[in-house]
Structures are given as structure tokens and as C-alpha cells.
């Protein structure tokens, strides 16, 4: 094993530099960029104390791994860099590059960035790379409890990658608390949900082509209406508080319990200090203030009579949803009971996409008994 770097970044939460955004692609129209500044970045994020920098080899081509290569080479073992494998790429091959990109010869983290078919086979692979020094720890990122709970027992999983932010919280359910129980770090990505968190989308917003924001179901339709009329509401907060909506974002997952690593992106010095700023736990009273916020916005809907009829011909996943749409029930709930029977997973996102077109129907109503 290597001395230096370790995998603890320190006592949770720390904060750790999420490397997509500087890899060039996928943000903003897929443009290189301003390469300069993006080393920039990294150096000022160095300099303001993150140690934990997260990459992946699909993060521009490479390029954002190329990009830490060059600037942490100097300070190589004050840093922990983690990078992930492709769910379908031979993981010896795939680490092999990482590695001659990031100019070192281990990793601190390499983690299975999705649990497709032949994730286990993978994730041996991995354990096996971490046997021969390649990497020091292994993780997992984007998969469900259960798949969560079967790597346990294939490798000493050290961390768990999932999307956390205070709009999206299916974590909650079952893979923060599997976490906690089981002494595997949290490492939460997406904390600003894709940039609407940092308030500045009055408006649908109209990404370049190639940004893989076009494809996010809540910068689209009623489900970004919900979300900004949520971000209004928590303006007044942010302005007590004297933070912007995007520190307050960021400080509420930095202030959720099971949290070990806040992976946030940033590609200017200026974005670095901005997220910084949300490196603060928020008083109780003031998460509580946030989550009613967001939970008035996002009533569970409460299927009619029509519904339950219909849904009778439909098939199993939408029946199941439908049984489950009492009003009272949250999406992340629903999402999880479904994932519990270890069939393909559910999230809470595809939930509420279904309940969106039952609403385009008239087959539901909000949390009150519906007028049958």
C-alpha cells in the first residue's frame, strides 16, 4: 500500500472538488473551454483546503483527469484523487489509463460508477487492482441498497456515490442509513441539482447543444415550476441567513447526517469561494424550514376512483405506484418499497414523471380526498 494520501478525507463532512465541469465537455455545449482557468481552479481549490478531488476517465475524454495530472502532481500526496470505472469497460484496462492521465501510479479511491449487468465480476476486478497497490480503496457509486449490500460482500467497499440535494432524496430511504450502519462513507453528488439550485433559471432554461442538462426531467415542465417556486420560497432563508441559495444548498447536505464528502463542482476561482461558503451547518430550526418548504410543493397526489380502474390493465410498476398514491405516501418511499423486491430499480424522479401524466389525465388529485 502506498503512504500518503488516505481515502479519510478528514472529519465528515468535508467538502471535495466534484472534476466533471472542468473536463469540457457536457456543460455549457461541450466547448474545451477556458483551460487555464479551470487549472486555476483546482490550484485555488488546493490552496482553500479541498483535498478530495473526484474524476471519472468519461469526464471530457479524459480530459478532466489529464487536467488534475498536471496540477496536483506537485502536491500528489496531500491529495486524494478519486476516479471511476465504466460500467461496461474492462476495469484493468480502463484504471490503467486513469492512472498514466493523472500522472500517478494509485489511485486513493477507484469506484464502479454504475451497477449494470456484470457489475460483480467488475468489482472483483477492482478489489484485485487494490490488492496489487493500484488503488487504495474501492467504491460504488449509482447503485441500489441491495446491490449496496451484495458489494459488501464481494469487496471492502469503502464509499457509496449517490445524487443528494434537497429536492432529491431517495438516499434517504435506504442507502444513507445502509451507510451509516455499515461504516461505508457517503459521497454526495449533484448537491446544487445540475446548477438550479444556485437560483439563477427564472425560466426554463435553453442549454447548448450537447450539455447533458437537456436531458434532466426538472429543467423541463411542471416539475421545474415545483422547483422554482420552492427556490423562491427559500430566498428569504438564504437572505437571514446571509448566504446565497446556492451555500444554502450546499450547507443543507452538508448538514444531513451520514454525509462524509460534499462533491461540488466548480470552474473558476470565484466558484470555488461560492461553494465554500456553503461549508456550514445550518441550525436545526433552519433544515426544518427548508424541508417544510419543499415538502408543501411536493404533496404526494392521491389517485381517483377512475384510476385505480384503469390502472387494473397496466403493468406491474404502474399498478404498484397506483396502490401506493394515498397522498400521504412520499415518492422516495414508493420508489424504494419497489426496489425492495430486488426487481429493476425505481427512483423517485420516475415516480413523479408518472404521476405528472396521470395529472394531464385527471386521474389524480392533490393530498385531499378526491371528489369520486
Known amino acids: 500500500m502506498h503512504a500518503g494520501a488516505r481515502i479519510d478525507p478528514g472529519p465528515p463532512p468535508r467538502f471535495g472538488f466534484g472534476a466533471w465541469a ?12 477556458d483551460v487555464a482557468g479551470h487549472e486555476a481552479a483546482v490550484r485555488h481549490a488546493l490552496d482553500r483546503g479541498i483535498t478530495f478531488f473526484d474524476t471519472a476517465p468519461t ?37 490503467g489509463a486513469s492512472l498514466r492521465r493523472l500522472a500517478t501510479d494509485y489511485v486513493d479511491l477507484v469506484q464502479l460508477h454504475e451497477a449494470l449487468d456484470g457489475w460483480e465480476s467488475r468489482l472483483e476486478t477492482l478489489h484485485r487492482l487494490q490488492e496489487e497497490g493500484k488503488a487504495r480503496a474501492v467504491g460504488l457509486c449509482n447503485a441500489s441498497h441491495l446491490q449496496i449490500r451484495r458489494a459488501l ?13 434537497l429536492f432529491d432524496r431517495d438516499v434517504e430511504q435506504r442507502d444513507l442509513p445502509l451507510c451509516r450502519d455499515r461504516d461505508v462513507r457517503f459521497l454526495a453528488y449533484r448537491p ?11 425560466a426554463v432554461p435553453q442549454f447548448s447543444a450537447g450539455d447533458h442538462r ?35 444548498a450546499l450547507a443543507w447536505v452538508y448538514s444531513q447526517s451520514g454525509v462524509a464528502v460534499v462533491l461540488a463542482g466548480a470552474r473558476s476561482t470565484e466558484q470555488i469561494d461560492q461553494n465554500l461558503a456553503g461549508a456550514r451547518r445550518l441550525a436545526p430550526g433552519i433544515c426544518a424550514a427548508i424541508d417544510r418548504i419543499v415538502a408543501d410543493e411536493f404533496r404526494p397526489a392521491r389517485v381517483t376512483a377512475q384510476c385505480r380502474e384503469q390502472a387494473a390493465t397496466w403493468g406491474a410498476r404502474e399498478r404498484f405506484i397506483v396502490e401506493r398514491l394515498d397522498g400521504r405516501t ?3 418511499a414508493i420508489a424504494a418499497a419497489w426496489t425492495d423486491r430486488g426487481e ?17 389525465r385527471g386521474l389524480v388529485c392533490g393530498g385531499e380526498p378526491c371528489p369520486d
Not at 460482500?153 to 440535494?165: D, V
Not at 420516475?350 to 405528472?356: G, I, N, R, T
Open 59 to 95: 469526464y471530457g475524454d479524459g480530459a478532466s483527469e489529464a487536467l488534475l495530472g498536471r496540477v496536483l502532481a506537485s502536491r500528489r500526496a496531500l491529495v486524494t484523487i478519486a476516479t471511476k470505472v465504466g460500467p461496461r469497460d474492462d476495469p484493468r484496462a480502463s484504471l
Open 214 to 248: 437537456n436531458k434532466i426531467y426538472w429543467f423541463k415542465g411542471a416539475e421545474f415550476e415545483r422547483r422554482r417556486r420552492v427556490i423562491e420560497g427559500l430566498r428569504p432563508i438564504a437572505e437571514r441567513e446571509g448566504m446565497s441559495l446556492a451555500a444554502l
Open 330 to 332: 412520499p415518492y422516495e
Open 192 to 202: 446544487l441539482a445540475s446548477g438550479l439550485l444556485s437560483g439563477k433559471y427564472p
Open 22 to 33: 472542468v473536463g469540457g465537455s457536457g456543460w455549457g455545449g461541450g466547448s474545451p473551454g
Open 153 to 165: 460482500e464481494i469487496a471492502p467497499i469503502a464509499t457509496y456515490q449517490g445524487p443528494y440535494n
Open 344 to 360: 429493476v430499480p425505481m427512483s423517485a424522479a420516475q415516480v413523479k414523471v408518472f404521476v405528472d401524466a396521470l395529472v394531464g
